[in-house]
């Protein structure tokens, strides 16, 4: 690198440069104007010898300045190369953010997108099950009365059955009371009869109506005539063979028909 070329990259140089020419042209002219004629040439040969001596230190101070700028140069070089490596690692950092938020995005949008569709989804799932569920409930419900109605049907059909059953029970049961009196009654009359004396006034087609009480054991507790023949004799044979005949046949309380013997009446007639 020329001088020029050295002064115009670093003008601080050319100041120094000058301060340097100025004090040594300075000292030069003084030495001229207070020395003699006959030293001239020795004082000009120190002068030359003083300017080249401070060249030569001007030149080194020109390197050494030259160096520190070489190195202020080197620093800010590499500054700037930092900066520049740190603009680049920030414009890449800057590219993967934007395609990272770019990528965001579109995941963003894809999952509202599949959001949206589940939603729909089980928005229609959810449509379908209340449907189905209010088939199901309106078939239960149909099931349930129908269900009702053939238990009520049923229920009719058997209480029927069950009353038919009863009536012919009972039926049976009033036969089989009606026979069992009937019965006894006839046992009862057929004892009194073998107990009965023919009364001296006894006539032919004398009869007469007789209430009589009995206890569980058939034993008689009294008699009375309620209907009477016309013929007080007759009456009184008949109350005696009554009270002879005791205990008389009744049936067994068990049976549950001997509330009908309690009181007994019945028409007393030998001939029949």
Known sequence: MTLWKTIKSNPSFLAWALVVHVLAFGAIGVSFKSSEPKFSQVKEEKVIEAVAIDESKINAEIEKLKKIE???????????????????????????????????????????????????????????????????????????????QLEKEENERQAKIAEKKKAVEQQKRARYEQGEVAKYKGLIRSQITRNWTFPVSYQKGMRCKVLVRLIPSGDVISVHIIQGSGNSAFDQSVERAVNKASPLPVPDASTGLFNQFREVEFVFDPNV
């Open 70 to 148: 070489n190195s202020k140069k080197r620093e800010q070089k590499k500054l700037q190369d930092k900066a520049s490596k740190a603009k680049k690692d920030r414009k890449q950092e800057e590219k993967k953010l934007k395609a990272l938020k770019k990528k965001q995005k579109e995941e963003e949008r894809l999952n509202k997108k599949k959001l949206a569709a589940e939603s729909k989804r089980l928005a229609e799932l959810e449509k379908k099950r209340k449907e189905q569920e209010q088939k199901l409930s309106k078939l239960e419900k149909e099931r349930q009365a129908k269900k009702a």
